[in-house]
Nanobody
């Protein structure tokens, strides 16, 4: 299983970024997919998840600003991030989970700074 995250970068406060995660080596449509993040000196935390049935769930800190989506035809999961804040600065990780299996991608850095 491989999860390849991309789309991170430097953005000003109030700006937007779209993260992408390309999945391979798995039956994508049965997996719950998620985005997590880890800021310097902090524990990894949930950002949002989307189930195989397309139900979404978000951390309170990103509700109304971030949107997670998936494309089962392309084996892709996305995280649209709007109105970014400095506290959103972190390494963002893609996660795939089904049954007792769980996999992580390598992370992509998002820096929100003026």
């Amino acid at each position: 299983v491989q999860l390849q995250a991309s789309g991170g970068g430097l953005v000003q406060p109030g700006g937007s970024l779209r993260l992408s995660c390309a999945a391979s080596g798995m039956i994508f449509r049965i997996a719950a997919m998620g985005w997590y993040r880890q800021a310097p000196g902090k524990q990894r935390e949930l950002v949002g998840t989307v189930t195989s049935g397309f139900r979404t769930n978000y951390a309170d800190s990103v509700k109304g600003r971030f949107t997670i989506s998936r494309d089962n035809a392309e084996n892709m999961v996305y995280l649209q991030m709007n109105n970014l804040k400095p506290e959103d600065t972190a390494v963002y990780y893609c996660n795939a989970r089904w049954g007792k299996s769980e996999y992580w991608g390598q992370g992509t850095l998002v820096t929100v700074s003026s």
